[in-house]
């Protein structure tokens, strides 16, 4: 051995065993050794979506997600019956819909974006003070192209067209307190001359229809769709992109108003006010928005909310039934939820819906 390669050995051990007494040491520390940081979020693939591609990253940094799994409904109610005292969350993936009762009720921290970099990739209308936009799904009618061509019924172009007398009993529109109704009943009512504060065509129409099936959990319609028992829904269009090569089936984005097409229902990050470890939250939020995870919500046939993730899959084979483009989602109609009163929506169904079903 000469001296050269016998200094270099000496330096080598001296460096495994300096590694060996530190074990993990400062050099190997994360930034949020020890941090907790508890997410009410969906369950199910969701949750194993936003594991692998921000819990598991988080982890890498010595943090833990706590997963509260359900809808943004029980969430809500959670945070009502907390009264004050220490929330029962630090982050919530919630829906359009909540968004005005979270704020108005002071539930919301505010997000600091000097720690939140990749909203710089977000439009200036999928985030503010206290939220950033996740996803987005395209409420439309869904219908099987082959039961459609067998009996000769036209692709839909417009709601109205559910009371095609061949359709009846063979039609699924969303449940009152499913959460897909929101889209279904605006752009309904849109199509009829209505708004969000005026919703009654949209329940003339659903009244008017033999509904086979009022869908609340997007399983059960895929189920109807995949059977062949449903054959036109109204649905956002990743139940039809979850649905590829199993049935036959097309989406039709209504024209709701001149040149607006279908009804946005959107997904949103906030930050509980109460919540701990603030800047733990803020590192979470950015990674719900970086291309990672937004990448993995297109493979669940939602939209990302970053408009160059949109842009990679513009010209995706395959991906055509959903509209990708910046300028096609911006033309899409966004609800006012500040006009959206649910608990007349719910009285009003059951006068004109439940009643005569």
């Known amino acids: ?27 190997l520390a994360g930034m949020f050794d020890g941090v907790e940081v508890r997410v009410a979020s969906f369950g199910g693939k969701w949750r194993n979506l936003i594991e692998s591609t921000v819990g598991e990253a988080f982890a890498a940094e010595g943090g833990k997600m706590v997963y ?7 969430h809500f109610g959670k945070l009502v019956a907390s009264r004050g005292a220490e929330p029962p969350f630090d982050l919530m993936e919630t829906t359009d819909d909540f968004l005005p009762p979270l704020l108005a009720k002071g539930y919301l921290d505010e997000i600091d974006y000097g720690r939140v970099p990749n909203a710089s990739a977000l439009a200036e209308r999928d985030r503010s003070k206290h939220w950033v936009k996740t996803w987005t799904t395209q409420s439309a009618i869904i219908y099987n192209t082959e039961k ?19 359709l009846q ?22 199509e009829g001359g209505g ?74 990050l906030v930050k509980i006010k109460g919540g701990k470890n603030d800047a733990a939250r803020d590192w979470i939020v950015n990674r719900f928005i970086s291309k990672q995870h937004q990448r993995g919500v297109m493979k669940g046939w939602l939209l990302s ?53």
């Open 1 to 27: 051995m000469n001296s050269r390669t016998a200094i270099r050995l000496s330096a080598a051990g001296l460096v495994a065993a300096s590694l060996a007494t530190a074990g993990a040491g400062p050099a």
């Open 169 to 190: 009993g063979k039609i699924s529109v969303p449940d009152i307190a499913g959460g897909g109704v929101m889209p279904c009943l605006v752009g309904m009512a849109l």
């Open 68 to 74: 509260v799994a359900g809808s943004p409904s029980p």
């Open 305 to 357: 909310s970053r408009e160059d993730v949109l842009a990679d899959y513009a010209s995706e084979p395959g991906m055509d039934f959903m509209r990708l483009k910046p300028d096609e989602v911006a033309n899409m109609y966004s609800i006012d939820f500040s006009k959206v009163d649910r608990t007349v929506y719910t009285e009003k169904w059951n006068r004109k819906v439940s009643a005569g079903s």
């Open 195 to 268: 708004d969000e504060s005026n919703i009654d065509p949209a329940l003339d129409l659903i009244a008017s229809l033999e509904v086979k099936a009022f869908w609340k959990s997007n399983s059960a319609l895929r189920t109807l769709l995949k059977s062949g028992d449903v054959w036109a829904a109204c649905a956002g269009v990743h139940t039809m992109g979850r649905l590829l090569g199993a049935a036959p089936l097309w989406a039709t984005h209504v024209e709701v108003k001149p040149g607006v097409f279908g009804v946005l229902k959107q997904g949103w």
């Open 148 to 166: 459609f061509e067998e009996h000769g019924i036209p692709a839909p172009r417009k709601y109205a067209d559910l009371k095609h007398p061949k």
